[in-house]
């Protein structure tokens, strides 16, 4: 197809948007406040999804209208910016009611194999669920302890080989070791053995899941509003990006289907499998070996892309925050490192970091203040009302304590904005402080079950919870205890190497030239 096919592809797109916003019968949200729209094109699009300095725009509006605002997307669409407890829940929990917005659905279709568990639905969602959770329940989880503390090990020779420079960047060192902990946990491999291949199309896939530009939303903006048919052929279009997302997912069918033949290989000559668990979940070839739950070669091919890069750079960026945060504030790093040093001395198994307070606090306040998928989009599948924990006033003044929902309509979970709500959290909400995690009561132990831990929605809620939530806290856990515990973090000396916090589809921690990267300065102290 030449640009100018293209062209008049977009166009034609646009034609059918307009004619779709202009002439729908959709007057239900006009009485909900909202920020004013900058542009018909973009409507408040780019101040939320391409500025600069995280929450610029966000915290700002959640200030003025409250946990419930209309903003407007692309070409004068309404879309209502929900952090309402309630309404929240109904959200993630209603089946009936939302599932993912056709703009998320179609950059999760970019990344991930539509057989995977994250895009499927209904009754084949579960059933992949309940096989995946296999290895991610506690028992499950607390068996990968030695994976990472190994990666540990080899996160602190990196950090030693950084000790001393004015500002070393731990993104690239945080990334690898994450990638690292879930290859060897989910197929018994070690970053070596994926190769140089795939290890570099794969950083280049994270990075391109990671970035945002006024082109992008509007491309998003036009891909949202085609039939599945045509998104589907888009996706496959000559273009250098798709080509590279194409290789990607190859590359980790490549490596998921030699895993596989290696467990089957094993299993007939009667040797130990590779210690993974895919081991557990791969039974088509010697059915003797069942386990609940298990998968075909096909279905588990499909999942090896999501498992891998799904707990790559979520876990990574919040580690990255955690030290930016540590190296902001020296008396709490010192009380922490004392925390660990007098409770890891004895070695142990994963109860040791449970019963460590400051560790867990500090961990929680990392994941409320940086939850790396801060906002994303669902929509309503059928009409309903949707109902809020607070009222709300109208336009007109009148108060509301439930909202007509079309169906079509696009919300935001503002998962951001739910976890820095002074209602919730009390007037400090934008303060980093652990210690709001070590007195009992409310605010944030209030039970209305929005979230799968610890009242946050950092791993969402309901059917699609984060799969591998206890997986990452763990791997938190003794990542950050180990590497505490060896070095000090502090801010670099020179101002123009602070570390911003920007949203790029997640939240990231971003250098001065805007590029994705944390900088400290690190001393090796034990
Ligand atoms: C701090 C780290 C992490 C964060 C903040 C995070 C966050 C999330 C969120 C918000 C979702 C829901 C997405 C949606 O509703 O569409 C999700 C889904 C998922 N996550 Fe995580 N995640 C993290 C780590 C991990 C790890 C370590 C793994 C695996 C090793 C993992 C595997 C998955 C999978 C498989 C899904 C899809 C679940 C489904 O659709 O049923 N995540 N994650």
């Not at 307009?18 to 094109?41: E, H, K, Q, T």
């Not at 540990?152 to 000790?163: I, R, S, V």
């Not at 945080?174 to 794969?202: K, P």
């Not at 791997?475 to 502090?490: A, D, N, P, R, T």
Request: neutral net charge; contains cysteine; proline residues 5%.
């Amino acid at each position: 197809m030449t640009i100018s096919q293209y062209s008049l592809a977009a166009a034609g797109a646009l034609a059918v948007y307009v004619a779709y916003v202009v002439f729908r019968p959709r007057r239900n949200l006009c009485d909900i406040p909202g920020p004013p729209s900058p542009s018909w094109l973009f409507g408040n699009m780019l101040q939320l999804l391409t500025t600069p300095i995280y929450g610029e725009y966000e915290f700002k509006w959640l200030r003025k209208y409250g946990s419930v605002y209309r903003v407007k997307g692309c070409f004068g669409e309404d879309r209502l910016m929900i952090s309402d407890p309630a309404a929240l829940q109904v959200i993630l929990n209603g089946r009936q009611y939302y599932t993912m917005a056709p703009g998320f659905e179609n950059s999760v279709q970019l990344i991930y194999d539509p057989g995977s568990a994250i895009l499927c639905k209904e009754e084949e969602h579960k059933r992949l669920r309940g096989a995946l959770n296999n290895g991610f329940t506690a028992t499950a989880v607390r068996t990968y302890l030695p994976i990472f503390t190994r990666v540990a090990d080899m996160l602190t020779e990196q950090f030693d080989a950084m000790a001393g420079q004015p500002a070393a960047n731990l993104l690239p060192s945080l990334g690898r070791a994450t990638l690292s902990a879930v290859t060897e946990a989910v197929l018994g491999l070690s970053l070596e053995d994926l190769g140089d291949e795939f290890i570099s199309t794969n950083f280049l896939m994270v990075g391109m899941a990671s970035t945002s530009s006024p082109s992008a939303v509007l491309g998003d903006a036009i891909m949202a509003l085609m039939p599945n048919a045509i998104r589907n052929l888009a996706r496959h279009l000559p273009i250098k990006p798709l080509k590279s997302l194409d290789k990607a997912r190859f590359l980790a069918h490549k490596i998921g289907r030699s895993v596989i033949r290696d467990i089957r290989h094993a299993r007939i000559e009667g040797l130990d499998g590779v210690g993974a668990f895919y081991d557990e979940l791969d039974n088509k070839w010697i059915p003797s070996f069942a386990v609940d739950g298990t998968l075909s070669e096909h279905e588990l091919l499909a999942q090896t892309s999501l498992l891998l890069l799904a707990g790559q750079d979520t876990t990574g960026n919040t580690m990255g925050f955690a030290f930016l945060e540590l190296a902001r504030n020296i008396d709490f790093q010192d009380q922490l490192r004392t925390e660990i040093h007098s409770s890891l001395g004895a070695g142990g198994d994963t109860t040791v970091y449970e019963n460590m307070p400051l560790l867990n606090a500090f961990i929680k306040e990392t994941l409320r203040m940086y939850p790396s998928v801060s906002l994303s989009d669902r929509v309503a599948v059928q009409d309903h009302m949707l109902p809020l924990s607070q009222p709300i006033t109208t336009s007109h003044g009148t108060q509301i304590t439930e909202i007509p929902i079309m169906k079509g309509q696009v919300v935001y979970l503002a998962t951001g904005q739910y976890q820095r709500s002074n209602l919730r959290w009390g007037e400090d909400a934008h303060e980093f402080k652990p210690s709001r995690w070590m007195h009992e009561g409310p605010p944030h132990k209030v039970q209305d079950g929005v979230g799968g831990y610890a009242n946050l929605l950092t791993f969402h809620g309901g059917s699609h919870v984060c799969l591998g939530w206890r997986f990452a806290l763990l791997e938190m856990q003794v990542f950050i205890s180990e590497l505490v515990g060896k070095f000090e973090f502090s801010l670099p000396a020179d101002d123009r190497s602070r570390t911003v916090c920007r949203y790029a589809l997640t939240l990231q921690p971003a250098l001065p030239n805007g590029k994705k990267g944390a900088l400290v300065s690190l001393k090796r102290v034990v």
